[in-house]
């Protein structure tokens, strides 16, 4: 098995070093639901690394102890696990011995049970669902390069693979100083699910800084780093500004990037980035997508406004109670600030939404004669309730599931969404409450309400729509639904659509536009033809110079 491993990097033998202690604060649709005390500590014959914690529904875990040792070189010798998963009790301990792995397991109150696996000699041990287990991960992926594989023990699960993907360097600015991060996409490959696409920030010591985990809609964050002060800088100009939003009882951070030795009043641009928690950036994989769009338009005459979503980065407010509608005053309110700035030219402002911000921006613009021109990024043009059901099926496509159970599902999820919709029904559902609570939310009731033709006919603004044609969240024929209703309008201005060829959802090059495809992408930037079709059409519609 070792010859599929990525190479360890052997360290010279150092005296114990003091613990180092962090909390981690656990994330679930960027609403907080637990935290996890990590301790890591060199011994003098390797490293110890030992964790508590509480994180509630859907997980519903107590972790009275985890305690994992690992040698010199962080191959495995033992773990041990003490907690509380769902109100039962889950013993776990595990002696590495070479590439023998001896197992007692207690799992949810049932009887003791014993099991051996073969497993790499240098495998990480990672017990699912504990945040501390990634340490040891992080640790390896300091040194790991990129298209080498870790392997991964789950005890008792058994073994996978986790490919590593593309490494990046990111600056963090938190209250104690400026972090430099290295960001590592990994993509877990288990033989029961399909391929699991994960991302790793670790410090320069290799200390585990975040975890996500996109498709469970999973975020962990240190402390540092998951404070409201801290934010990522991933892209900045010279004569960047910060500024703060007035919203409703709290107030949007944000960034306006301005030509260099912009003078006079500029045509404007705000851009409303997507779904989950989204930074002013819309860093997503890797891949700054706002920082980058903004610093192009910034260098063609444009002033440009991004913030950070409410709840996340600097900006306040909380997300968990937020629909679409909510977000969309959000959007209101960074146009009123727009249109307040004596740098800004109040009758050329464009507003310019990806994904869910492209929704959010036809919301934001209705009846809103600040708002001269929309741009629409990857945009559905069908209801949320009909995208739902088109991803939930695309998902059952690509996996191994007998018809039957993909039948099954596709009927689960229909009947979830009548309940989430009408309020009514949860009681002929057979799931879990957390689930329930997971899935009745308001977003979610905003998202599958959501119908792009009862908004569009509120809108009279030039709109420009773009997508890529390999995108497999909001398939391409969406482009064509907004054009299509778009062009329904009475005495409204016309619609520009531009499909990009081999352009996924995140507006980048690509091979297949599939999710599990995110952490392995080789051009980890917006696609320059993404950004002239953008550029060109804003200059055109609303010109810097007149």
Request: hydrophobic share 40%; no cysteine.
């Amino acid at each position: 098995m070792t010859a599929w491993s990525a190479p360890l990097v052997v360290e010279a033998q150092t005296p114990p070093s003091a613990p180092a202690t962090s909390s981690f604060t656990v994330f679930l649709r960027s609403t907080p639901i637990g935290s996890e005390q990590v301790t890591v500590e060199r011994t003098g014959d390797g490293w110890t690394i030992s964790a508590s914690g509480r994180v509630g529904p859907p997980l519903d875990l107590v972790i009275r102890s985890f305690n994992a040792r690992y040698d010199a070189d962080w191959k495995p010798l033992e773990l041990t696990v003490d907690s509380t998963l769902r109100g039962q009790t889950t013993l776990l301990h595990t002696v590495v011995s070479g590439t023998a792995a001896s197992s007692d397991v207690t799992p949810l109150g049932a009887a003791p049970t014993e099991q051996s696996d073969e497993i790499a000699p240098d495998a990480v041990l990672l017990p699912n669902p504990f945040i501390a287990a990634y340490e040891a991960l992080a640790a390896r992926l300091r040194t790991a390069a990129a298209g080498t594989t870790i392997p991964i023990y789950q005890p008792p699960q058994g073994s996978f693979a986790a490919e590593v993907g593309e490494s990046s360097t990111e600056q963090i600015q938190t209250l104690g100083g400026l972090l430099t991060a290295r960001r590592t996409r990994l993509t877990f490959q288990t033989s029961s699910a399909p391929p699991l696409a994960v991302e790793i920030w670790g410090d320069d010591t290799g200390r585990l800084l975040r975890l996500s985990v996109p498709a469970q809609n999973l975020e962990v964050a240190r402390e540092d780093v998951a404070s409201v002060s801290a934010r990522r800088v991933t892209m900045a100009r010279p004569n960047d500004e910060d500024i703060r939003i007035p919203a409703s009882a709290f107030s949007l951070a944000g960034t306006v990037s301005k030509p260099a030795n912009a003078a006079g009043a500029l045509p404007a641009v705000l851009l409303i980035g997507g779904s989950g928690p989204t930074d002013r950036d819309e860093t997503v994989f890797g891949i700054p997508i706002f920082g980058e769009l903004s610093n192009a338009l910034a260098d063609a005459g444009f002033l440009v406004l991004r913030y950070d979503k409410r709840g996340v980065g600097q900006s306040g407010g909380r997300p968990e109670a937020a629909g679409l509608a909510d977000f969309a005053e959000d959007a209101r309110a960074a146009i009123r600030t727009l249109a307040g700035r004596k740098d800004v030219d109040r009758k050329r402002i464009a507003v310019v939404g990806q994904s869910e911000g492209g929704s959010v921006a036809m919301l934001a613009a209705a009846k809103n004669n600040r708002v001269a021109a929309l741009g629409l990024l990857a945009t559905i043009g069908v209801t949320g309730r009909e995208l739902n059901l088109y991803q939930v099926t695309h998902g059952l496509e690509r996996s191994n599931r007998s018809a039957e159970e993909k039948q099954a599902t596709i009927a689960l999820q229909t009947s979830i969404q009548d309940a989430v919709l009408t309020g009514k029904g949860w009681e002929k559902i057979d799931i879990p409450e957390p689930v329930r609570r997971q899935a009745d939310t308001p977003w979610f009731q905003s998202f599958l309400a959501f119908d792009p033709a009862k908004v569009m006919k509120d809108l009279k603004q030039p709109l420009l729509v773009v997508h890529g044609e390999l995108d497999t969240q909001v398939p391409v024929s969406n482009a064509d639904r907004l054009r299509t209703l778009g062009e329904a309008r009475k005495d409204a201005a016309a619609v520009d659509v531009v499909k990009i060829p081999g352009v996924n959802h995140l507006l980048v090059p690509a091979t297949t536009g599939e999710l599990d495809e995110y952490g392995k992408l080789p051009d980890r930037h917006v696609s320059p033809a993404v950004i002239q079709a953008i550029v060109g059409w804003l200059q055109k519609t609303m010109p810097p110079s007149r």
